[in-house]
């Protein structure tokens, strides 16, 4: 799917997020190479996103489509960026302080605890997270940036419009939560999630694909993730 198509795709989908707080994931059985280029990109795009807790148009746009296969969940993002704010910097150097960056939040068994988040810069660094807790009602705030996501891919690439965003997870790689009642996923089954992008551009914008009703913990809403489905 070359850029051009994807535009057409991208508008197509524009309301899709304004009114479902069902976001589909399509299996593939296309092969999918992680190097930021979405022209071998064959399912939809959702978004735009928007301003994450007040659901307000964003300055800039940004959109995200999701597939997977038996073995991984893949995740592309498509973000316009006229001054794009970052770096190449090292693994798990908290790049979402400081750098334009997309971000998606996984939580398999949808109960807010042990659920990771990625974030990926316009340089392709990378940082994953385990979120242990948020709430008081599980002892705190309980993160470990130790977590890795064994055979993780991230790729972003650079275009004329922004910069592009490919992410490779592997299902295996998340059998290892502890705690995290993760069973690899087949088509019907639903796990809770959002996907997410700051832009430090002209104006610094927190933005979401699903925006939220509260303000406590920022992007981390885990009772008002949306519902990720994964379909045949």
Same mark, same amino acid.
């Given at each position: 799917m070359k850029i051009s198509a994807i535009t057409t795709v991208l508008c197509?989908? /524009?309301?899709?997020?304004n009114y479902s707080q069902s976001i589909p994931i399509y299996k593939t059985a296309e092969k999918i190479t992680i190097d930021g280029d979405l022209s071998d990109w064959k399912t939809p795009f959702l978004? &735009?996103?928007?301003?994450?807790d007040s659901g307000k148009?964003?300055?800039q746009n940004t959109f995200v489509s999701l597939s997977w296969n038996d073995e @991984?969940?893949?995740?592309?993002?498509?973000?316009?960026?006229?001054?794009i704010i970052g770096s190449a910097q090292k693994k798990d150097s908290q790049i979402f302080s400081t750098d334009d960056l997309v971000e998606i939040f996984i939580d &398999?068994?949808?109960?807010?605890? *042990?659920?990771?988040?990625?974030?990926? @810069?316009?340089? =392709?660094? *990378?940082?994953?997270?385990?979120?242990?807790?948020?709430? &008081?009602? /599980?002892?705190?705030? @309980?993160? =470990?940036m130790a977590f890795d996501i064994a055979g993780l891919e991230a790729k972003s690439k650079i275009t004329p419009e922004g910069f592009?965003? $490919?992410?490779?997870? &592997?299902?295996?790689?998340? $059998?290892t939560i502890k705690n995290g009642n993760f069973n690899k996923p087949k088509a019907g089954i639903k796990w809770r999630g959002n996907t997410f992008r700051i832009d430090y551009g002209n104006t610094t914008e927190y933005l979401a694909l699903q925006y939220y009703k509260s303000l406590k913990y920022g992007f981390h809403q885990p009772e008002e993730f949306a519902v990720f489905e994964f379909l045949e």
């Amino acid at each position: 799917m070359k850029i051009s198509a994807i535009t057409t795709v991208l508008c197509f989908m /524009c309301s899709i997020t304004n009114y479902s707080q069902s976001i589909p994931i399509y299996k593939t059985a296309e092969k999918i190479t992680i190097d930021g280029d979405l022209s071998d990109w064959k399912t939809p795009f959702l978004g &735009p996103f928007v301003i994450h807790d007040s659901g307000k148009k964003g300055t800039q746009n940004t959109f995200v489509s999701l597939s997977w296969n038996d073995e @991984n969940l893949y995740i592309a993002y498509h973000s316009t960026d006229s001054k794009i704010i970052g770096s190449a910097q090292k693994k798990d150097s908290q790049i979402f302080s400081t750098d334009d960056l997309v971000e998606i939040f996984i939580d &398999p068994d949808g109960d807010g605890q *042990n659920y990771i988040e990625i974030g990926v @810069n316009a340089f =392709s660094s *990378n940082y994953d997270l385990l979120l242990k807790c948020i709430s &008081p009602d /599980c002892g705190g705030w @309980n993160t =470990s940036m130790a977590f890795d996501i064994a055979g993780l891919e991230a790729k972003s690439k650079i275009t004329p419009e922004g910069f592009d965003t $490919e992410i490779k997870i &592997p299902f295996s790689s998340l $059998e290892t939560i502890k705690n995290g009642n993760f069973n690899k996923p087949k088509a019907g089954i639903k796990w809770r999630g959002n996907t997410f992008r700051i832009d430090y551009g002209n104006t610094t914008e927190y933005l979401a694909l699903q925006y939220y009703k509260s303000l406590k913990y920022g992007f981390h809403q885990p009772e008002e993730f949306a519902v990720f489905e994964f379909l045949e």
